[in-house]
């Protein structure tokens, strides 16, 4: 389901083209499905997010490897912290 054109068309459009009014509706509802199949995907939107964000990490480790020791470093303190004041103050 392609325009004349040659350029292909993504799953949530609608082909241009299309004359017969049946053929087009099931165009429009393959369409608007697959675009809520996209937008409801809550867990495939999150391992895309996440591997974008390790992406993203792992490069500025070959960038930068002395800044990614710090952030790993200031990371795990901040995390110790954090768990160390909960459970200070739930221990009181």
Do not use: H
């Not at 996440?50 to 990614?68: C, L, V």
Request: hydrophobic share 50%.
């Amino acid at each position: 389901m392609s325009s004349d054109t040659g350029v292909p068309v993504p799953r949530t459009a609608v082909p241009v083209g299309i004359d017969d009014p049946v053929e087009k509706a099931r165009a429009e509802l393959k369409a608007a499905l697959a675009a809520i199949e996209v937008k409801a995907n809550i867990p495939k939107r999150v391992a895309g997010a996440t591997e974008r964000g390790i992406a993203r990490a792992r490069s500025f480790a070959r960038r930068n490897p002395g800044m990614a020791v710090l952030a790993v470093v200031g990371a795990a303190a901040a995390i110790g912290g954090a768990v160390w004041g909960v459970v200070r103050l739930y221990t009181r």
